[in-house]
């Protein structure tokens, strides 16, 4: 029993709160409740509640996870406490958790994504003025749009052929962004990659190898799931769980950075 502890306080809780970062075990688990979560979020939330997931969908979350990709860079800056709760992955729990009962309403009340958007809005809001009155430099945030706007630009000018559903455009343009901020953190700031995959190919080929490995990535899963998922509207909330994996980080990299660094 003491082994098992002392396994998972090496793997899964003490890199929460060093940022040592994933390795293969946590890596692998993760993945693994992702998946069951994604599934069964879907059958058990969305679909009895007759929810399209289309474009309202994709705004509706937005606000929910820029509040939590903000907290968990207020963590990280010193402004709040550690808590597994507001800690990877515990804040996926915690945004998932205050998200629900606001979609349940907008469902019952007939208002959706009204409630779900304003309620996420609120706390975004509240995290961010938290952010803005302890920032330090503004310029990570700079750099960041900058780097997205030159990577997205030639994915738009491809889209000008439709080669993949518009609807996909959302975890593009985050996965992008996502890019660009974690170019800035690795390769103007000494920032260290903690997935530890991708620290092997930083450290191999320097940051910028994310823009062609992430484009990869994204046209792997892309087409991988309109292979395994023939329901569009299943596939499409698919789409929705890779848009949140590429916007959370987005969000809080050049959160962290403008708190930490010094002009």
């Known amino acids: 029993m003491e082994s098992v502890e002392r396994f998972i306080w090496e793997y899964f809780v003490r890199p929460m709160y060093t940022r040592e ?128 706007i030159v990577f997205l630009l030639p994915i738009l000018g491809y889209y000008r052929f439709k080669p993949f559903e518009k609807i996909y455009l959302f975890p593009v343009f985050a996965h992008i962004f996502d890019i660009g901020s974690t170019i800035v953190a690795i390769h103007y700031y000494g920032y260290r990659e903690v997935h530890w995959l991708e620290n092997i190919l930083v450290q191999k080929f320097g940051a910028f190898i994310y823009y062609p490995w992430i484009v990869f990535i994204l046209v792997v899963v892309y087409y991988g799931l309109r292979y395994l998922v023939p329901d569009e509207e299943e596939r499409r909330f698919w789409y929705l769980a890779v848009y949140v994996l590429g916007l959370g980080p987005a969000i809080r990299d050049p959160a962290q950075m403008i708190l930490q660094i010094v002009s």
Request: aromatic share 18%; hydrophobic share 50%; proline share 7%.
């Open 21 to 148: 970062g994933y390795n293969p075990y946590n890596t692998l688990v993760y993945a693994l409740v992702l998946g069951f979560a994604i599934i069964y979020t879907y059958k058990w939330i969305i679909r009895p509640l007759k929810i399209r997931v289309d474009e309202r969908l994709f705004y509706a979350v937005t606000p929910m996870v820029i509040f939590g990709s903000t907290v968990r860079a207020l963590v990280d800056g010193g402004i709040l406490k550690p808590h597994p709760l507001i800690l990877t992955p515990g804040i996926f729990f915690t945004a998932f958790i205050l998200i629900v009962p606001a979609i349940f309403a907008d469902s019952k009340l007939k208002t959706y994504p009204k409630i779900t958007i304003g309620w996420g809005s609120l706390l975004a809001l509240y995290v961010n003025y938290l952010l803005i009155i302890n920032a330090k430099s503004w310029m990570p945030y700079e750099l960041t749009v900058f780097y997205t």
